[in-house]
Nanobody, 117 residues
Framework: QVQLVESGGGLVQPGGSLRLSCAAS????????MGWYRQAPGKQRELVAS???????IYEDAVKGRFTISRDNAKNTVYLQMNSLEPEDTAVYYC???????????WGQGTQVTVSS
């Protein structure tokens, strides 16, 4: 499977901001709907945001107005800008690439985001 390269996690105070980055290969990126998922301890992994290669976006209701997904096609990179972070946002965040042609998902290693005072 494809290894996606993530960065940007860390510890931040409530109300603070972080930006996550995820880079994929050109081939996978060009074919993929890119997304971010998160998983808190004891909970199922959930979709946070995703963006198709054509720019269509989906957001979880809890993050609408606070998080923004974007993709730089020249860099084969997807970003998640997270503003006004809350303790409830604490989770491991995973980059995802869904390739419809292959009907398959590819995942990053996960990066910890902790929101605490």
């Amino acid at each position: 499977q494809v290894q996606l390269v993530e960065s940007g996690g860390g510890l931040v105070q409530p109300g603070g901001s972080l930006r996550l980055s995820c880079a994929a290969s050109r081939t996978i990126f060009s074919l993929s709907r890119m997304g971010w998922y998160r998983q808190a301890p004891g909970k199922q992994r959930e979709l946070v945001a995703s963006m198709s290669s054509g720019g269509n976006t989906i957001y979880e209701d809890a993050v609408k107005g606070r998080f923004t997904i974007s993709r730089d096609n020249a860099k084969n990179t997807v970003y998640l800008q997270m503003n006004s972070l809350e303790p409830e946002d604490t989770a491991v965040y995973y980059c995802n690439a869904y390739v419809q042609l292959f009907n398959n998902d590819y995942w990053g290693q996960g990066t910890q985001v902790t929101v605490s005072s």
